[in-house]
């Protein structure tokens, strides 16, 4: 976890248009509100209990910000979870989930076809996360063609990251457009 001061740094030498983002999982407006207005970031990415109508009244408090939601692919009913925010956020990330975990984080993957289902089916730029790794990307690119990848843990075996992997990542990711 990086502490709000931190963040407002990285957020103030950060070059627009690269955005900075502020994941939570609070699933209070007001301190969602705040804790943004603290750090500054560009982007919301919501993993919270937050239902389209929340979204909403975060767009209105917040209309500079972009607002990605976070959606858990358990099973086929994340499709219509997924679209219920197709017009009141600015992109989707799918992610995986376990019993013991609010959001994702968990290393591991899950159905895919459940997830092209949804980019096939969103008009939002579709980001992809959960248990993504160099040996897996590739077939991850060509299964659910999402507008972008979120890794973390598949990068990071002993808590911080490997630098061999992130370059066999990313030239695994390349190779599927022939870069």
């Known amino acids: 976890m990086i502490d709000d ?24 407006l007001a301190k969602i509100i705040e804790h ?8 919301l990415q919501l993993i919270g209990p937050i239902l389209p109508e929340s979204v909403l009244e975060l767009r209105e408090a917040l209309p500079d910000v972009s607002l990605t939601r976070g959606v858990s ?13 197709s017009t009141v956020a600015d992109a989707l990330l799918l992610d995986s989930k376990v019993a013991h975990c609010q959001g994702g984080g968990t290393g591991l993957t899950h159905d895919w076809s459940v997830s092209h289902r949804i980019v096939d089916a969103s008009p939002l730029p579709v980001w992809l996360a959960g248990g993504l790794s160099p040996d897996n990307v590739a077939e991850a690119i060509q299964s659910v063609a999402p ?5 973390c843990s598949g990068l990071r075996p002993n808590r911080s990251l490997d630098v061999t992997l992130l370059r066999r990542f990313i030239a695994n990711a390349t190779a599927v457009y022939g870069a």
């Open 5 to 28: 001061d931190d963040i407002s740094e990285i957020v103030t030498e950060t070059p627009p248009p690269t955005s900075t983002v502020l994941l939570t999982s609070e699933d209070d």
């Open 73 to 85: 692919v358990v099973d086929s009913t994340a499709i219509e979870e997924a679209l219920s925010f």
């Open 147 to 151: 507008f972008g990848l979120d890794v």
């Open 36 to 43: 943004q207005r603290t750090t500054r970031t560009n982007t």
